[in-house]
């Protein structure tokens, strides 16, 4: 998934075991959060940021969840544990973490990806680091931001 492409459907479970599925957002930016793995240092570092952020990205007005390998059971236990308020997703095969989280020459295991996708399902930015390190909250805000300007700029020409 590249920028300017379509976004794919995808279905995993929360940390409820309910259904999240991405097609079921349009209308709506949508920041996937791709994280290697529950109870590690930058992982909860991000995840606990964004927590502590969480009115910034309410205001921002997209829908934030945050995708890992592992099981419900286990994304309950984290997001408790750290009172996470974003959906935890489990992709436990990581198949949807290739799909969008993917690097050429990273393997998949050792990389976090931020993917925003706007209102009309087009990937509007993809960024993919090494797991070492972990996107800024400002960063993925102004890309948020960026997403739902440059839609509410296409309808002010469409109707233009």
């Not at 993919?128 to 997403?147: G, K, Y």
Request: aromatic letters at 8%; one cysteine or more.
């Amino acid at each position: 998934m590249e920028i300017g492409n379509a976004s794919r459907d995808f279905a995993l479970l929360n940390t409820k075991g309910d259904e999240w599925r991405l097609s079921e957002r349009r209308g709506t930016v949508v920041a996937l959060l791709f994280y290697p793995g529950d109870e590690t240092i930058v992982c909860t570092k991000q995840l606990c940021s964004v927590r502590d952020n969480w009115a910034r990205y309410i205001d921002a007005g997209a829908e934030v969840v945050a995708i890992s390998p592992g099981t419900e059971s286990e994304h309950h236990q984290f997001a408790a544990h750290h009172g996470l308020p974003m959906p935890l997703l489990a992709d436990r095969d990581r198949a949807v973490t290739k799909m969008y989280g993917s690097h050429s020459w990273m393997p998949i295991w050792s990389t976090r990806a931020v993917v925003i996708i706007d209102a009309n399902g087009l990937v509007r930015f993809k960024d993919v680091m090494l797991r070492a390190f972990r996107p800024s909250d400002d960063d993925v805000l102004s890309e948020i931001h960026l997403a739902k300007y440059d839609l509410l700029a296409e309808r002010r020409l469409a109707v233009s």
